[in-house]
């Protein structure tokens, strides 16, 4: 998608080209850098040099640095947030980073908390309080689910994880930048596909 994009020079292509066939060698499992080249089974490799970071001390701050170098700025563009992203696939590093950066950030931050009442749709259902204390559900975390918590500030990005309105542009992986933070409501901007700049408010974490 990248290499079809334009305005982009022949040696930007060329290192498109390279990291995209590095990618799909490494999919296609025929990459040949292989830390262990004699173990059939092995899947860890090499990583190329100038794709690391050196992360120092602080690996959160060294990558946050590399991807957001001006997140401080209040005024940024909204594009900015929709060229760049971080992806991790355990839920509790998402939230070590993404606290990490919402501490780095001036304007007031608020929480919000998930529903924490037990469904009782079981035989057991007049022992759930018992079986599945809420202290212990709230700290769960699954994948493709969302935590308890859930920390935002005016003016940071988050994602739709369900489709709401595809006519609208709220489906499933849309991107926004958030715009106001009430009580039971988040004001966000689209920043991603056809509906860019289109805004929308719906009800988010219900507080207790």
Not at 2 to 11: A, C, E, K, M
Not at 65 to 76: G, T
Not at 144 to 171: A, D, E, V
Request: charged share 20%; glycine share 6%.
């Amino acid at each position: 998608m990248r290499l079809s994009s334009n305005g982009l020079s022949n040696d930007q292509k060329k290192e498109l080209a390279i990291f995209g066939n590095w990618i799909l060698a490494i999919g296609d499992g025929t990459q040949q850098d292989a830390l262990f080249p004699d173990d059939y089974d092995a899947s860890m490799i090499k990583i190329p040099q100038d794709l690391l970071l050196e992360a120092g001390s602080n690996p959160i701050l060294a990558i946050v640095s590399a991807v957001y170098p001006s997140i401080r700025d209040i005024n940024i563009d909204p594009c900015y947030f929709r060229e760049r992203a971080i992806v991790t696939p355990r839920n509790a590093t998402v939230s070590e980073i993404n606290n990490f950066i919402l501490n780095m950030l001036p304007r007031m931050k608020r929480i919000y908390l998930s529903t924490d009442t037990v469904c009782k749709t079981s035989s057991d259902g007049d022992n759930a309080n018992i079986l599945y204390p809420v202290e212990f559900i709230n700290q769960l975390e699954f994948n493709g689910m969302l935590s308890h918590i859930i920390s935002l500030r005016i003016g940071i990005p988050i994602m739709l994880l369900r489709n709401l309105n595809l006519s609208t542009g709220l489906c499933n992986g849309t991107r926004l930048i958030v715009t106001q933070l009430a009580e039971k409501i988040i004001e966000a901007q689209i920043i991603t596909g056809s509906f860019i700049g289109n805004r929308d408010n719906g009800s988010t974490y219900k507080k207790d």
